[in-house]
């Protein structure tokens, strides 16, 4: 330590609950955490024909991930899926062939919705994506927010102990997963 951990939120809206929950995440990381945030809306949309010349914007964007030792994907559901934004800055990462700049970077998933299904089914789309580009997951704990009225506050201040230790535990269980991810450990003799 310390981890690098690059983070993407799903949503481009200024009202976006899954910021404010990023918020509330970087609040009650372990400091042996530093983040970065990786936008995603200022990126074009992505043409295969422009793999052989990426646009400015692509290659910043793809030369922030190479910079991170992990990255924690903080994203809504829509219509049962991943934000067309998301998956358009996944497929720039992932691209051209060969130079998928996800593959191998610890990952975690989590995101919040007014629903109670929490963004389950959407998560299972995102863990799909990841794991076609080779990313390591945290597989458990998972993190559904179910996003109620003063749940949290805009500045991320957690108002229900209940989900702050939740949200705390799980900012853990990431920091021992990446140590995990990034330590070499010898074959037994
Ligand atoms: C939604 N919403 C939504 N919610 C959900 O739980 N499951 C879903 O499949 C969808 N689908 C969906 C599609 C589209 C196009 C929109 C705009 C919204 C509701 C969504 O969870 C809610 O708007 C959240 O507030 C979005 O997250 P942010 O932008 O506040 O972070």
Redesign the pocket.
């Known amino acids: 330590p310390p981890y690098a951990v690059g983070y993407f ?5 200024t ?5 404010t ?1 990023s918020r509330a995440l970087l609040r009650l990381a372990p400091s042996e955490l530093t983040f970065t945030e990786i936008p995603i809306g200022g990126l074009p949309l992505y043409n295969r024909d422009l793999d052989g010349d990426f646009p400015p914007e692509a290659r910043d964007f793809k030369a922030l991930i190479a910079r991170q030792d992990a990255l924690l994907f903080i ?7 991943i ?1 067309g934004a998301l998956k358009n800055a996944i497929d720039w990462a992932s691209r051209p062939y060969g130079e998928n700049v996800i593959a191998r970077k610890a990952t975690a998933v989590i995101g ?4 109670q ?3 389950a ?2 998560q299972q789309h995102l863990r799909s994506i990841l794991s076609f580009l080779q990313a390591p997951q945290m597989n458990a704990p998972e993190a559904y927010i179910w ?1 109620r009225p003063g749940l949290i506050e805009e500045d991320g201040t957690v108002t229900d102990p209940g989900t702050e230790e939740f949200l705390r535990g799980y900012m853990n269980a990431f920091f021992e997963y990446i140590e995990r991810v990034l330590t070499v450990v010898p074959p037994a003799s």
């Open positions: 939120v799903g949503s481009l809206s009202q976006s609950v899954n910021r929950l994203t809504p559901e829509y219509n049962r899926s934000p919040a919705s007014p629903g299904i929490g963004t089914v959407g996003m």
